[in-house]
C-alpha cells in the first residue's frame, strides 16, 4: 500500500500559477501510475493527468492541456502539479492518486487517493 499527502493548494488569481506536490510513504511510488484529479463544488471528481511509473507516458485531460505539467521524482517519492495560466473554472480540491493500471485513472476507479488541497481561482 502506498499513503499519499497533498500540498501546495492555496488561493491565487486567475492567469496566476500554483505548484502541487505529493508525498509518497509506504510502497515505492516507482511501481505506480500516479496522476491528479480534481472536485469542484457540486461536481463529480473529474480526471486531470496521469503519469506512468516511469514517466514515459503523460494523459491531460483536455482542459488542462497546455497550462499543466505533471512530474514525478521516484527516488524522493514525489509527484508535482505545475499549474499555469490557472482559470476560474480550475478551482476545486486536487487529490493525488496512485494505481497499478493506467485505465483505472480513466475511470476513476484508483485504488489510492490523497486527502485533497484546495486550489481557488478568483477571476
Known amino acids: 500500500q502506498v499513503q499519499l499527502v497533498e500540498s501546495g493548494g492555496g488561493l491565487v488569481q486567475a492567469g496566476g500559477s500554483l505548484r502541487l506536490s505529493c508525498a509518497a510513504s509506504?510502497?515505492?511510488?516507482?511501481?505506480?501510475?500516479v496522476g491528479w484529479f480534481r472536485q469542484a463544488p457540486g461536481k463529480e471528481r473529474e480526471f486531470v493527468v496521469a503519469?506512468?511509473?516511469?514517466?514515459?507516458?503523460?494523459y491531460y485531460a483536455d482542459s488542462v492541456k497546455g497550462r499543466f505539467t505533471i512530474s514525478r521524482d521516484n527516488a524522493e517519492n514525489m509527484v508535482y502539479l505545475q499549474m499555469n495560466i490557472l482559470k476560474a473554472e480550475d478551482t476545486g480540491v486536487y487529490y493525488c492518486?496512485?494505481?497499478?493500471?493506467?485505465?483505472?485513472?480513466?475511470?476513476?476507479?484508483?485504488?489510492?487517493w490523497g486527502q485533497g488541497t484546495q486550489v481557488t481561482v478568483s477571476s
Open positions: 492518486a496512485a494505481d497499478d493500471l493506467i485505465s483505472n485513472f480513466q475511470r476513476r476507479l484508483v485504488a489510492y
Open positions: 509506504g510502497r515505492a511510488l516507482s511501481t505506480y501510475v
Open positions: 503519469i506512468t511509473w516511469n514517466g514515459g507516458a503523460t
